[in-house]
Every structure is written in C-alpha cells, then in structure tokens.
C-alpha cells in the first residue's frame, strides 16, 4: 500500500541575513510616508489605487525581494509560461502595514495580482503571526483527513525582523491581533510575472 500527497502549495520562506542593511534607508521612508505621504499607510489609504511604496521611496530593499520572488518563481515552473521566453518579476504595488496593540488583518485574497508577500521590518517575533489558509475550502472545516501534520486547515508561520514570506495571491491569509505594545512593521507587496522587454 502506498499513500502519497499531493497539491502542495508552494510557499516562499526566507530570511534576510542582514536586516540591518536596510534599516535606515526604510526608517526614514516611514517617517516620510507618516508625515507627508499617509496614503502609503494601509489603514490611510484613501486612494482607489494602491501605491508603490518600494518604487516612490527607491528602497534597495526592492532589489532584495525581486531576487527572491525570481527564486521563487523559477522554481514554481508555472505551466501558464512560454517556452523560449524570457520572464521578470514586477512589484507593481507595495506598501506599510503599520499594527499597534490589538490591530490585526482579517481573512483575505489579492485579486489583482499574481504573487503576494511580506517584509518584515520591524519585529521581535511576538507580535502576532500571520496565517495562510490550506485553498482547499472544505479542509477548513476540520473534513476529513485535516490534521496539523499533513493536511492542516491553516498554516500559522512565525514572524521575524527580516523575513520574508510570499505566497500566491490567491491564498487566503490573515494576521493575528498584536498582543504587544510595540510596533509591528511590514512592507506588503503585490507582483506580477511579465515578459521582458
């Protein structure tokens, strides 16, 4: 007998070696962005488009999480790709989630977008974790066999000051309240895969 699984999601889940290498250069677009450009805050965002956070301030950081969406992308080996055609990750939109105590996000998708994911910039670990739902909807419900082994109903992950952590847009996802009352920094992001130019 032989039992096998299939319809993994691929998730990507690394880690900046060096976080601090881009500390001050995201410091200061923060505190730019509070003072005179709030609509790069999610929760200030009265805007019907969402900005590029990354892209206005010029952030190295950018260059960072392309490389590891192509990494990322590369190794999904999407069948929608063209053979004999060369391909590039665009972030197209990105911005700050600012959470104090007890704010959190709720179950949500990115529609619009191809790959989303998230910085952390500034964490202790203990600010509230993100959760990513299992896409298939009926597993959610504890429907046999959801187990937190091989077939949960939601994936909790860790956060941590200089992860990142993207994921298809399509998967369902939530943070959890901060229970803290320090800060909890990301830069959120949405990308696409398109042909070079």
């Known amino acids: 007998m032989n039992v096998q699984n299939h319809f993994s999601l ?15 250069e995201i410091d200061s677009a923060i505190e730019d962005a509070k003072l005179n450009n709030p609509h790069f805050i999610s929760r200030q965002n009265t805007y019907q488009e969402i900005p590029n956070f990354l892209e206005f301030y010029n952030l190295e950081l950018k260059e960072f999480i392309t490389h590891a969406l192509c990494y990322y992308f590369q190794y999904t080996q999407w069948t929608g790709l063209k053979r004999d055609v060369d391909y590039e990750i665009a972030i197209k939109e990105s911005w700050l989630n600012i959470d104090t105590k007890g704010s959190s996000q ?17 964490c202790d670990g203990d600010e509230g974790d993100i959760v990513l739902y299992n896409p298939m909807q009926q597993i959610q ?3 046999f066999p959801e187990n937190p082994r091989i077939c949960p109903g939601e994936r909790r992950l860790e956060i941590q000051k200089g992860g990142l952590i993207a994921f298809p847009s399509w998967v369902q996802h939530k943070t959890i309240p901060n ?10 992001f949405n990308a696409y895969i398109q042909e070079k130019i």
């Open 10 to 24: 691929p998730l990507l889940n690394c880690k900046n070696p060096k976080p601090e290498v881009f500390d001050t």
């Open 106 to 122: 709720a179950a949500h998708t990115h529609p619009r977008s191809q790959i989303s994911g998230v910085y952390y910039h500034k």
């Open 141 to 143: 419900y504890g429907l």
């Open 179 to 188: 229970p803290t009352d320090k800060e909890r920094i990301s830069i959120a």
